[in-house]
């Protein structure tokens, strides 16, 4: 610190001496400048217009100003007669003095003299002229020498040196007096802390009281605060190491030690309260009793947590997103029952008039009817297994896109579904926009029409009527309208589902298998287009797609 401070001052006051110096060297040498102009303004009052214009003239006129240098020129600057120098002939039109004296009538300059190898100051006038002495026009200048800037500097600097000198002496002495009366009472009280091994120190000074009763209690809580930083650092740094989702460290339900920022948001955790899942969750609360590691799955908002909890010292919760693990577990599982359900019934009926049909006894008549009732439901296994197939065939569908009319593909698929129409008394209204085109791929639209086209025959009322209407622009839109069923609640949120069908009397007639919404849902999601169903029971349900454009 003391010879921080010293510096410090040493380095600011010698830094303003020489700033000064240099100052003052600036302002005396500018005093000297104007001085010299003026001395030579009057020396120029000497000059004898009568006089003769010569070389002896000139030197008798710069003896009479204490040895100045005279020259004399013409108008346009050519030396006629030169006091310092033999320079007769040679030309000064570029010299600044003489310039301003030619446009001017006088001019001054401070330069160093190529002639004379010196620095001066020089003023030139232009002369009147007269009869038998100078020519008019004719230049007089007159010059004068002039130490430069750093010769006066180079002549102060004996004197700078006496009073850096002096600077360094009182430097010292202000860093020793300052650090002495400063450092000393801080100095001591720091050897007492760090010889006092934890004890109370004191000092006399009423300005460094606080500090020391401060650190009076740092000494009486370090010992035990270091011990428990320690353990905790270890802990945190074995969980961090780690950690892959929510983590919670505990003793208790009210003392944590760490949890991190996802824990906290799932517990909904409050700073410095216990968490309320440890007590109000009966089922963790008895295993936390018990003292027992358990894990246990729990729903939060719309998704699946597993909290495994590993007790001992200190207890663990690990909480794990498993959300898309337990939905591809319901879903295979769903998956399985459902085909197995739904291929169990034709094999059933396949396998027993298969039977009967070899045993012999079923007379001839029936054989045939029970034949065709095999032949049904071979083709009705036929398509559920078509249909599995396809719905599969999707995802590593990789074909490219072309452009695709729907307005024409309407037309082309409408024909077929007039039978079924005409057998339920449907009346169908199309209001069908003319070239209405979307890129995609026309089996993939075929599959979506005829899917859409059928629920609305299938699940529509005896007399009832069909809407499709097609709107083109930016997002062209598709809506297929019936007067059915409609839709519940509970069949808005699960009829894209895969085997799910609505009217469980209809489950399988005509080929349906709960898996043409699921295919169009399907379709629809990976092309970037928006599904929309909109239903109310025992009124009817409309399904509207917008051919949203692909993006990128």
């Not at 006038?125 to 002039?146: D, H, K, M, Q, S």
């Not at 000074?205 to 605060?225: H, Q, S, V, W």
């Not at 079923?362 to 009817?369: G, H, K, L, Q, T």
């Not at 999601?525 to 797609?545: C, I, P, Y």
């Amino acid at each position: 610190m003391r010879k921080r401070i010293l510096i410090v001052t040493l380095s600011v006051t010698v830094l303003g001496i020489l700033i000064l110096s240099l100052l003052f060297t600036d302002v005396f040498y500018r005093g000297a400048v104007e001085s010299a102009e003026k001395q030579l303004k009057t020396y120029g009052n000497f000059f004898d217009v009568s006089a003769p214009f010569t070389q002896a003239e000139a030197e008798k006129l710069a003896e009479r100003l204490d040895a100045s240098r005279v020259t004399y020129m013409s108008a346009d600057g050519t030396v006629v007669a030169d006091s310092a120098a033999e320079v007769e002939g040679e030309t000064r039109e570029d010299r600044s003095e003489v310039i301003a004296a030619i446009a001017e009538g006088e001019g001054f300059s401070v330069r160093r003299s190529k002639t004379v190898g010196e620095n001066m100051v020089y003023y030139c006038f232009r002369t009147e002229g007269a009869a038998g002495g100078a020519p008019a026009g004719a230049l007089v200048r007159i010059g004068l020498p002039l130490s430069s800037e750093i010769e006066y500097f180079v002549d102060a600097l004996p004197t700078i040196v006496w009073f850096l000198l002096l600077d360094i002496l009182c430097c010292l002495i202000f860093a020793w007096v300052a650090t002495s009366g400063i450092l000393k009472p801080v100095e001591k009280l720091t050897k007492e802390v760090a010889t006092s091994s934890g004890g109370q120190v004191s000092t006399k000074y009423p300005e460094l009281k606080p500090i020391a009763k401060l650190m009076n209690d740092m000494n009486a809580d370090i010992g035990e605060k270091v011990a428990k930083i320690k353990e905790d650092n270890r802990i945190e740094k074995l969980v961090l190491d780690s950690m892959e989702h929510g983590i919670v460290i505990f003793r208790d339900a009210s003392d944590l030690i760490l949890i991190n920022k996802t824990a906290a948001r799932l517990l909904e955790y409050e700073e410095n309260e216990p968490i309320a899942l440890f007590s109000e969750d009966r089922e963790i609360a008895d295993s936390l009793a018990a003292g027992e590691s358990a894990s246990f799955y729990r729903t939060i908002g719309e998704k699946d947590y597993n909290f495994r909890f590993t007790l001992g010292e200190p207890n663990v919760l690990l909480i794990t997103d498993v959300t898309e693990s337990m939905a591809a577990a319901r879903s295979k599982n769903e998956f399985i029952a459902n085909v197995t359900h739904e291929m169990n019934t034709p094999l059933t009926s396949i396998k027993g008039f298969a039977e009967l049909i070899s045993s012999g006894t079923v007379p001839p008549e029936r054989a045939e009817s029970m034949a065709k009732t095999i032949i049904k439901q071979s083709d009705r296994l036929a398509n559920l297994i078509r249909s599995i197939i396809n719905f599969s065939a999707i995802d590593s569908d990789e074909l490219p896109d072309y452009e695709v009319n729907v307005s024409e593909l309407i037309g082309e698929l409408i024909g077929a579904f007039e039978p079924k129409l005409r057998k339920k008394d449907i009346a169908l209204r199309l209001d069908i926009e003319q070239g209405v085109k979307v890129m995609s791929r026309r089996e993939r639209l075929v599959e979506i029409l005829n899917n859409l086209i059928s629920n609305g025959i299938r699940y529509n009322k005896e007399g009832g009527s069909l809407d499709i209407s097609l709107t083109g622009g930016a997002s062209p839109r598709l809506t297929v309208r019936d007067t059915g069923i409609g839709l519940s609640e509970e069949d808005k949120a699960r009829i894209f589902d895969r085997f799910y069908t609505v009217d469980k009397s209809h489950n399988g007639a005509g080929g349906g298998f709960g898996l043409g919404l699921a295919i169009v849902k399907k379709l629809c999601r990976r092309a970037g287009w928006t599904l929309k169903v909109d239903s109310k029971l025992g009124e009817g349900t409309a399904f509207t797609v917008e051919f949203c454009p692909k993006k990128g």
